[in-house]
């Protein structure tokens, strides 16, 4: 894993992969609060178990900060140890939040930051703080990110589909209001492999997880994974000139789910018009 000493780049420089990391985390699972007279502190608690990441954000921050330790009864178990990292600097409070941590509740207002940004690093930030990466039920591989924010949704959406071509539609779901993006199987490890690389910044138990997919091999038997198969824009083009899901799959040969679903993205500007020719 990263040693993360400090070094000459500035505090919170996202070009650089353990900053990167450390801002998605801090985005999911840290909490920034303010006073009167500029005063206020940012938190990061996480279980007791994990408290070896805090102390390499402590290393990589160059303002006074301190971990402790706490017991508390909480939903899941009677006690619950947990550690926490905080940090009252004015000067790196206002930096974090000038990247898009803001102070208070921010479950659906954390988006990306709008500066360059090392997108594996932040995204591997997000899922160690809220997401999954494990073997289902069945012995599956999965990974997964739950989140509130529409942007942190797409984000994940987007770099998943560029590393692994596997697309996915965004729905909250009707409890929690929540997205769930889910990845499984081969899309799974192709996904894990690529955010999960060696000597990276990350929660040591999920690291040593996501290594453990790359062993997994599909039964005998089982189906093949499902090969996507892309859109042209002369397919584009074709589409919308039938304007008609069921006349466009029998010329195009694709099913009348999928033409439909492409005309319903091209006509809400989910995927980009083709070029008029």
């Known amino acids: 894993m990263a040693d993360c000493e400090p070094n000459a780049h500035r505090f919170m420089d996202l070009t650089v992969p353990e900053y990167a990391y450390m801002f ?12 009167s007279r500029q005063r206020g502190r940012l938190t990061v608690e996480i279980s007791a178990r994990d408290i070896d990441l805090l102390r390499k954000f402590q290393k990589l921050t160059p303002y006074n ?17 947990a550690a926490i990292w905080s940090l009252c ?17 921010k479950s659906k207002t954390i988006a990306p930051p709008d ?9 591997r930030g997000l899922i160690d703080a809220d997401g999954s990466v494990g073997f289902t039920s069945k012995g599956f591989p999965f990974i997964s990110l739950t989140t509130a924010s529409t942007a942190i949704a797409s984000c994940l959406r ?14 909250r779901n009707t409890r929690d209001d929540i997205y769930n993006i889910f990845y499984s199987m081969e899309t799974a490890q192709r996904l894990t492999a690529d955010l999960y690389y060696a000597n990276c910044l990350s929660l040591e138990r999920k690291h040593t997880c996501a290594d453990s997919l790359a062993t997994w091999v599909r039964p005998t038997g089982m189906r093949a994974e499902y090969t996507k198969r892309c859109w042209s824009e002369q397919e584009d083009r074709m589409l919308l000139e039938l304007n ?16 439909n679903l492409r005309l319903w993205r091209l006509r809400t500007g989910q995927v980009p018009m083709p070029d008029k020719q």
Do not use: W
């Not at 998605?24 to 909490?31: M, N, R």
């Not at 500066?115 to 995204?123: A, G, N, Q, T």
């Not at 987007?158 to 729905?171: C, F, H, I, P």
């Not at 008609?244 to 033409?259: D, I, M, N, Q, Y």
């Open 158 to 171: 987007e770099y998943a589909r560029d590393v692994t071509g596997a697309e996915r539609m965004l729905k």
């Open 65 to 81: 900060s301190s971990i402790t330790e706490r017991t508390r009864s909480t939903n899941f178990a009677e006690t619950h140890r």
């Open 89 to 105: 600097s004015l000067e790196a409070r206002t930096r974090l939040n000038e990247l898009g941590l803001p102070y208070g509740r």
């Open 244 to 259: 008609s899901p069921t006349a466009a799959a029998e010329v195009l040969g694709r099913t009348e789910k999928s033409c």
């Open 24 to 35: 998605g985390f801090v985005q999911a699972d840290g909490h920034l609060s303010q006073q």
């Open 115 to 123: 500066v360059e940004f090392s997108r594996r690093d932040y995204l």
